[in-house]
Nanobody, 124 residues
């Protein structure tokens, strides 16, 4: 079992930045690929970014490419999402997730563990 706790959400103006963190409970964190997803009110959960177990592979949704950066620190059991040039349409609850398949995936169904989410609100 892996417990994931997100932090770093909040209210920011359009054009601003936030960094989300997701701390994992297990020392075997480095065995998992990690992903970030988001869900806006009335919409389905959507993929944002993913990173492989050793940071060798990272990929992003087209809507955030060039603005968001995913990274991880296996020594700290933590994955990050740096979000720059935020837009009102980035407003959502952001979730981190862990995938036993070490390469990562865009599909939510591939992830085994989920955090509770952190709210990000971008004002115009």
């Amino acid at each position: 079992q892996v417990q994931l706790v997100e932090s770093g959400g909040g209210l920011v103006q359009a054009g601003g930045s936030l960094r989300l963190s997701c701390a994992a409970s297990r020392r075997t964190f480095s065995n998992y690929a990690m992903g970030w997803f988001r869900q806006a009110p009335g919409k389905e959960r959507e993929f944002v970014a993913a990173i492989s177990w050793n940071s060798g592979s990272r990929f992003y949704a087209d809507s955030v490419k060039g603005r968001f950066t995913i990274s991880r620190d296996n020594g700290k059991n933590t994955v990050y999402l740096q979000m720059n040039s935020l837009k009102p349409e980035d407003t959502a609850v952001y979730y981190c997730a862990a995938d036993r398949g070490r390469t990562g995936s865009r599909a939510a169904l591939d992830y085994d563990y989920w955090g509770q989410g952190t709210q990000v609100t971008v004002s115009s």
